[in-house]
């Protein structure tokens, strides 16, 4: 195969050692003999490759060339022979995140440093509308022994989408896959957020979250539609929160990779973990909400405070009340007779009700000893509670006050 792969390509890269095999492929460090760079070259035989495979590797050179950020590995070029489908990348000779992991256990401070960078290239894959689908520490290789640098790569399962739109092809590695996607459901660039989740609980914990050696698909699949996530004691609560922004199962509710930048545990600059659109909208409408209790409270307490007054005038204690059949009015000379109870009340002040031959009612309050003058449509009158009655005649306004009208006590 090397043989063919350096006759058809003539000459143009010196082969050094085999970096790794894929499914449908094998990688090669290699020595660009034009450009004397020490490249990755990606082989894939032609007669091997299935139409879809095929797809799926023309679109991964095709994706690459629109990707420029530096936690993503570059494309150096793409070549097509009689035999091969060639990928030039750049060469990442140091460990996988994986094999990180296998070797020592990580701090939190570290896990933060590479899931930052990990969100800072998946951003930037969204904002370019493309979805990885294949998120996982085997993916992800470091160029050099900074943290900082780890890269993705492998992209032979993205794929393109647009704003919106919903994806249903099933691909990718199952114990780091959606349950949207897992259960055959439509997807959108939130499953690689998913994927994220996972591999930040691999950081902090050494262990998959759900799987365990030996699960089969089926008990898999069960395990994670009732997870439960636990965590060790060393892990702090906003590892923690954010870890479960990340893995809502409803796609809506989980976090894009710019609001897991924005996260206090990624983001030590900030101390405000940042809402999804939807926590916002239900925020919005809970403000709403108590809002309209608020002044739907202080509506029926102004009706209860009404009320009670109304009640405590009309249904006063029994030696206050009228008798229930009040004496007929009388009229003297065009007279209104207003009655006011015999009894002299003992508390320090008398509730008066007043009645006039149109059916009008005037309640008042007089304190003791004190009188008071009140107005009635076109009738005044003065009275105290020394009285047992009062007589009013109506008032002309075109006369003066001196002759507006009579006042009778009885």
Not at 131 to 148: Q, Y
Not at 227 to 244: G, I, K
Not at 333 to 346: F, Q
Request: with cysteine; hydrophobic share 35%; net charge positive.
């Amino acid at each position: 195969m090397k043989d063919r792969f350096v006759k058809e390509l003539g000459n143009q890269f010196a082969i050094l050692s085999q970096l790794g095999r894929g499914a449908f492929s094998k990688v090669y460090e290699c020595i660009n003999i034009h450009t004397h760079k020490l490249v990755a070259v990606k082989i894939m035989r032609k007669y091997k490759l299935t139409a879809k495979q095929l797809c799926f590797a023309e679109q991964e050179s095709h994706i690459l060339q629109k990707l420029n950020h530096p936690n993503i590995i570059k494309l150096y070029g793409v070549y097509s022979t009689e035999s091969f489908l060639v990928i030039e990348m750049e060469c990442l000779k140091e460990k996988s995140l994986a094999e990180l992991i296998k070797k020592k256990s990580l701090t939190e401070e570290e896990s933060s440093i590479i899931m930052q960078t990990i969100f800072k290239a998946v951003y930037y894959m969204h904002k370019s509308h493309i979805i990885h689908r294949d998120l996982k520490p085997e993916n992800l290789i470091f160029a050099s022994k900074d943290l900082s640098s780890l890269k993705i790569a492998d992209f032979g399962l993205s794929t393109e989408f647009e704003l919106g739109e919903k994806l249903d092809t099933q691909v990718g590695t199952i114990i780091y896959m959606s349950p949207e996607q897992i259960n055959c459901k439509k997807y959108s660039e939130t499953a690689d957020i998913w994927s994220c989740g996972m591999i930040m609980y691999y950081l902090l914990t050494n262990t998959h979250p759900i799987y365990v050696s030996g699960d089969n698909l089926d008990r898999f699949k069960v395990k994670l539609n009732g997870a439960r996530w636990d965590f060790t004691n060393n892990v702090s609560d906003m590892a923690r929160d954010l870890f479960l922004r990340c893995v809502k199962s409803n796609p809506i509710e989980r976090y894009s990779a710019a609001l897991a930048l924005n996260h206090p545990w990624i983001n030590h600059c900030s101390n405000r973990i940042p809402m999804t659109h939807l926590e916002e909208v239900r925020l919005h409408q809970d403000k709403l909400k108590i809002k309209m209790l608020c002044i739907t409270g202080i509506f029926l307490t102004n009706i209860a405070i009404k009320s009670n007054i109304v009640q405590k005038i009309s249904l006063n204690t029994p030696n206050e009340l009228p008798p229930e059949k009040a004496p007929p009015t009388r009229t003297r000379n065009n007279l209104t007779s207003l009655h006011i109870p015999r009894r002299k009340p003992k508390s320090n002040s008398n509730t008066l009700k007043i009645s006039s031959d149109n059916s009008s009612l005037l309640v008042c309050d007089l304190p003791k000893g004190n009188s008071i003058t009140k107005s009635m449509g076109n009738l005044r009158f003065t009275g105290n509670n020394f009285y047992k009655g009062i007589h009013l005649c109506p008032i002309n306004k075109k006369k003066s006050p001196k002759s507006a009208g009579r006042l009778n006590f009885v």
